[in-house]
């Protein structure tokens, strides 16, 4: 079956650095998302990403983040100076057009 | 408003048993209304879901009802098993198109004793 892939699954990085969290959404999706779950809380939405470009936004969202498409298979969201507030398991999504959203199993970060 | 309200927190149930789970909603625009079990250290998975159109869903041991002049729906687990302790969350799709998402309730941790 399918399914969204992610990774790395875990990553560690020093609070101000860059990193790029990676996802491959299943193949015949068109509409991609990215949500993030801090320990123990619900799972919040970042963003939705469609047609090559950003759709909508939440407030968690800010100019620190970024999302691309890089090429026809991969997806990817970035931080550009992480905090320490960031550390989250960020969770990527793809739908095809009906309403039905899949999740990859997760990157963990953890900003120290 | 945006909001999925979800509760209990937590719930310990005895195998074989039911399971409830209840959400309450305030936006009548959303027309999804998806329940996801997630494991430890897994994404969540769709286990069942349901449109405002339709008052009960039943797959399995999984039912949700759905009662859209109160804006609640609930999800029942009858015979409950080990393996069904998870996390679970309830959520409906709003927006439409190209901006819609998924918002998700809280979360409920559920354990079933042996």
């Known amino acids: 079956e399918p399914e969204v892939t992610q990774t790395p699954s875990h990553q560690v990085t020093q609070m101000g650095q860059e990193v790029i969290l990676r996802c491959v959404p299943i193949s015949n999706h068109l509409y991609f998302y990215w949500y993030r779950q801090i320990l123990g809380q619900k799972v919040e939405f970042l963003v939705s990403f469609y047609n090559n470009e950003i759709s909508e936004k939440s407030e968690i969202f800010d100019d620190q983040f970024s999302v691309e498409r890089p090429d026809g298979s991969n997806f990817t969201l970035k931080i550009r100076s992480t905090k320490l507030e960031d550390s989250a398991m960020y969770f990527c999504a793809s739908r095809p057009d009906p309403q039905k959203l899949f999740f990859g199993s997760g990157t963990q970060l953890s900003v120290l | 408003q945006q909001q999925v309200k979800q509760s209990p927190q937590s719930l310990i149930v005895q195998k074989g048993g039911i399971s409830i789970i209840n959400c309450a909603y305030e936006n009548t625009a959303f027309d999804y209304f998806p329940w996801y079990q997630q494991f430890p250290g897994k994404g969540p998975a769709l286990l069942i879901a349901i449109r405002p159109d339709v008052s009960e869903k039943k797959e399995g041991r999984f039912t949700i009802s759905f009662n859209k002049s109160a804006k609640q729906f609930s999800l029942h687990i009858m015979d409950s098993q080990p393996g069904d302790s998870a996390t679970y969350f309830c959520?409906?799709?709003?927006?439409?198109?190209?901006?819609?998402?998924?918002?998700f309730g809280q979360g409920t941790t559920l354990q079933v004793k042996p």
């Open positions: 959520a409906a799709w709003g927006g439409s198109g190209n901006t819609g998402k998924l918002i």
